[in-house]
């Protein structure tokens, strides 16, 4: 069988030159998306970068199976808010626009357009266009303008956006980039990197053919997979994914108040029959997904008049509890500002609720939140702020450089009660429910990112660009081992053998690791979680005192790293780095490392 | 130590031969029939543009697909189907439109569903059976497939086996036989996306909230 050949678009900002590239061998071996991303920052991003200066990169990476079950794009680069290696997925249907268009190696952006512009890419057709109508328009209002630009003569609607939000020209560490308005790739300020190099929007079509390497057999596999798969979290359909956060309260795995209790009254406001029938609107997907589990919610009533917004674990659970801003219409109403200002949900509810605790410990006052009155619970007081911080004003201005940059700079021991992992706010997930979840987001080397994003599972997936969903049923159907084994043949024309499915895997994760020791991540003293869950007892609603012991952790995540085949310090081993073909990372982590 | 007991041969066991997925469980209309859009299901997931160009062409291309997905913003996402419904004779616009004598999109009497005579078609730049229909059902593919693709409810040997509802995950396809005049389904896609959209009413096309400004004041 041949093999695919993958080709990335490459585009110099700076002067505007463009390229195809041939990077067949590096997804050979580092399979796409998120792997391949981690490698391009290796070469291309000199150590301590500033992440918003013209020398980052910005990685759209899609991967051999973008558009044959849920596609995803993972966007890659050096992270403002952790100062290290970032990545982010949105889903949706700009991976598959990229693939018709013949970027099947991703979109990779470099240096800084001297004006504010959009990349307009149709088919072969490539220009950077001027975008000064655009900026400083909030994401929907500026992609149904876009939209309207260029659907002018065409006769279908297929041309896909991606866009940033006053957050992210104002370099909001912990903005997002919005995709359809509500897929976001929000975490680890991707959006803030996208406005440094003055690039408003992305909007791309493609007519060509994804030529997959053999689409009969990969035909065979997905309708086997969708008719398999088709009852298997088909209950996302009903509720999207905000289902979890009722579970995880039940569970003491969802943080309250910042988590200072295990539980609270409001947590029983949540309540996914109640979204489903009383605020459902319909259901949309993303690209060769079965679920279908986009699930936008309406309100109309005043005083927040009608808005929509797509509720997720990962855009309310932060807000909920955890603000204390319990209710659909409060949650339909900030997650709808939230995604309009281009800003992470997830990250920015981190910041206010550590703002509130410390108001409420009388540690900041009213002055210092330019008259804010910041209590649990105050929804003007919480929207105010957050305009704040996107539009960098006042103490927005510090409160916008996220949870590693802000405590040092407003000090007064409000440093303790951020509840962050390497910058990245824990919001949504409460760790004294779970070892596994502690450890598992502990020791992904990125940041504490939502779930167990270090996982072998997690990893392939955003490396082939399937969105993480699909992880349950494609193990249901095929057993994981096995779907690399029959997929990347069929798509791909790669015929791997479990060993190098299993080698191919590896080395992207260990690339993405060795990427942040080399700008100084030092497992042993950076995979940890706040002092908050070792040391403060909470009480679940049946009155469970749930703590974490320290020691445990510490074992647990030792025994974590040997299963992740690293050595008991969470550093690769050179035996593994050569035995996988890695040996030009070896001299650089000698220089963080010394002889390890 | 009690036995279960075997049902009995009367009892009738709801879905147990039940294998398959869609409709299929339903008879398929033996006479006229249709795919009908249920464009509210719709998920915009794409596996019938895929099932449709697997069928026909052997390759997974959503462009050589005869069923189009087509994506709005409402201002939210969401995505309908559009595909041939096989009109009756009196409302067939696409074919009164051909310019060529017999037309070469036309209807089939024998197997029920339309029909181009690829080599004969006019191909991109005549197009006019796609500006003549009302929801521009029949899509071109230049320069590989410069004919109008139209549905023929995947007729192989006079067997009618439509790919694109066997392979939807929601059902929001469906082949059945007319259930009222079939070209009140030809809606196009700009008016199917309209109607959806004033479910979202009093939502405005690029605004969908107030600013905290106008809730509380500076």
Redesign the interface.
Known sequence: MTEKKYQMLEINLTTGEKRVVDVTADMRKYIGGRGLGAKLMWERVPVDTDPLAPENILYFGVGPLTGTLGTIVNVSAKSPLTLRGGTSNMNGHLGIELIYAGYNGGLLLTGKAPKPSYIYIHNDKVEIRDASHLWGKNNLAAQQALREELHKGLEDQNFRIATIGPAGEHLVRNAGISHDFYHHAARMGMGAVMGSKNIKGIAVRGTGSPAYANPAKLFALITRFHHDARLKKAQDRRWGHNISIARRYYDTTEGVKNKQLGWDPICDQTNSLVLEQQYKVWNDGCNMCHLGCKVPSMRRDPPLGPTIAELRHDNVGGWDANCMLPGFDVQVYLSTLLDELGMDNEDVSGVVAWMMECYQRGLVSQDDLDGIDLTWGNLEAVCKLVKKIAYREGIGNILADGLKLAPPQIGKGTEKYAITGKGVAITSYELRGSMQDAVDMAVVPVGELHGARGAARWMACDALTVCGFMIRPLHEVFGWDNVGLEFLPAAAGWEVTPQEWHDMVQRMRLMERCNCIREGYIPERDDMIPDRFFEETIYSKYGEPKILNREEFLAFRKKTYLSYELNPQGIPTRESLIKLGMEFVIPEMEKRLGQW | MTTEKAPEATIPVLGANKS??GVEDMPNPKGVGLIQARW??C?????CE??CS?FHY??????LARI?I????V?????VQNICCQCAAEERECEKACPLDPPVIHYDKEKFHMVVDADRCLGYKCGKCRKACPA?VPCF?PPEQNCALVCDLCERDGVRKPQCVE?C??YALEYMAPQFPQHLERIHPDDKAAY?AK??Y??S??????T?E???GE
């Open positions: 398959g997925w509210d299901l998920i915009g997931c794409g596996a895929m099932a697997m052997g390759d997974i291309n959503r462009e189009r087509y994506r709005y913003h201002p939210i996402p969401k995505s521009s593919y392979v995950p929601t959806l479910r979202l009093p939502l096309k690029d605004r969908i909230q107030q905290p106008e809730i509380w």
